[in-house]
């Protein structure tokens, strides 16, 4: 039969596109914040260490869900769960093509402000103090015009579909995010107080590694970082050619997207033990003040303190989170489009406009009613949404999907015990994440 469905093409193509999908403002945003707010080098450890425990689990059953059923995730959770209760199944994936929707309409707003900050430095060294106000501010207005503009964006590399869109973007922005990173590291580590925050991020204080609240932390955030449980890594792995090698670009994609974390680290942390040296407050009582805003507060503060130079290194930074928002958005963007293409036979161009359109008006509604709407919107997607589909995920690997399911089938050797470890202490790390992540926010 000739394969009708767009694909990428190569095993790097794949893996750069899924690991830009996980790399996003998760990885360069809320991991180094909450490392400097858990111990540093003691929750990095921690982190490695449930990153291979949970996440890569999590990552192969999204992955192989996908590959299996070359379907968007209504249709594969449908075909999975076809021999119990199939309704339950795409009820499924109706939830989790609403939380892309969500998260979409909140991750546009904040990846509009990343656009507007890197655009701020060129304005201001060019005097235009008016617009780099503007720019600068929290204003509705400048989120109805960078919001839109993202959308724009992603719709633009999303209509040119898998190989030609998602897989050239991703091997074009992936290459310039680690080398914008790694330069401003490089940098970084040449500022006054910069060698503080390399030992607080990289020395472990073991007394607190069985700290509970550190566990968790580092176990939510692992789970988030790869962008589990919204169904970004089931339509990826729905567009592998078959024969592909799953545990191995499972790995791949784990190792590339958990070395842009740490990277992330080696940034960030020293950053704030530098604005900190510069005379910026950044702590109090030991926890970062207002770490949701630490991007736009402190890390605009320490570029102030630089002079001229400060300038060019903030138009880096805010450039390198523009690209990692993109990444993350064009993949979610994709869930719905592909759903739309596949089950309802809707034109690619039109699907991709009407998706774009549909986040726009959520958007918006969240612009409009900011000050309790915004928070609410992520609270609920990150601390409910996501791990409880990822613990639906481990549940229908584990013992639903048996028609296809080689870990169903398996009866011994190194599958059988993975599909073991899939079945009963999966489900269990998950729902430790969620009651505690949940119920202790």
């Excluded at 076809?82 to 909140?106: D, E, R, T």
Aim: proline share 4%; aromatic share 14%; glycine share 10%.
């Amino acid at each position: 039969m000739t394969q009708v469905r767009d694909g990428f093409q190569s095993r790097l193509g794949f893996v750069l596109a899924a690991a830009g999908a996980a790399v996003g403002l998760g990885n360069i945003w809320g991991f180094p914040t909450q490392a400097a707010n858990h111990g540093g080098g003691a929750f990095l450890l921690v982190y490695f260490i449930v990153i291979f425990l949970l996440a890569l689990p999590a990552l192969y059953t999204e992955l192989y869900l996908g590959y299996y059923a070359q379907a968007n995730p209504v249709k594969a959770l449908r075909q999975a769960w076809q021999n119990k209760a199939p309704k339950v199944g795409a009820a499924a994936g109706y939830i989790g093509l609403g939380g892309a929707i969500v998260m979409l309409s909140f991750y546009s707003i904040v990846a509009g402000w990343m656009l507007s900050y890197a655009i701020e430095p060129v304005t201001t060294f060019l005097g235009f103090s008016g617009a780099s106000e503007f720019l600068h501010s929290d204003s509705a207005l400048r989120n109805f015009v960078f919001t839109p503009l993202m959308l724009i964006l992603t719709a633009s590399i999303i209509l040119k579909g898998v190989k030609s869109g998602i897989e050239t973007w991703s091997r074009r922005l992936m290459p310039v995010l680690l080398v914008l990173l790694i330069g401003l590291i490089i940098y970084i580590a040449t500022l006054d107080g910069a060698s503080d925050g390399f030992a607080a991020y990289l020395i472990p204080d073991f007394s607190q590694i069985l700290d509970p609240n550190l566990i968790i932390a580092a176990m939510g955030q692992a789970f988030f970082s790869l962008s589990l449980g919204v169904g970004c890594m089931m339509i990826y792995g729905s567009y592998l050619k078959p024969g592909a090698n799953l545990p191995k670009l499972t790995a791949s994609v784990a190792l590339l997207d958990t070395s842009v974390a740490f990277l992330a680290g080696l940034l960030i942390v020293p950053a704030i033990y530098v604005a900190q040296h510069n005379g910026v407050e950044v702590f109090s009582n030991g926890k970062l003040i207002g770490e949701g805003q630490l991007i736009f507060a402190i890390l605009p503060a320490l570029f102030s303190t630089m002079g001229d130079i400060g300038l060019l290194v903030g138009l880096l930074f805010f450039v390198l989170m523009s690209i990692a928002s993109v990444t993350s958005t064009i993949s979610t963007t994709e869930i719905p489009v592909a759903f739309l293409v596949e089950n309802h036979g809707v034109d690619r161009t039109k699907a991709t406009w009407l998706v774009s359109g549909v986040v726009l008006v959520f958007a918006s509604l969240i612009i409009l009613n900011f000050d309790w709407l915004f928070g609410l919107v992520i609270m609920v997607f990150t601390q409910y949404q996501l791990p409880l589909m990822g613990l639906f995920y481990f549940v229908t690997v584990g013992w639903l999907w048996q028609r296809g399911n080689k870990l169903h089938q398996a009866t011994s050797g190194a599958h059988y015990w993975f599909a073991q470890y899939i079945r009963f202490v999966c489900p269990i790390l998950m729902t430790l994440v969620f009651a505690n992540v949940a119920f202790s926010s």
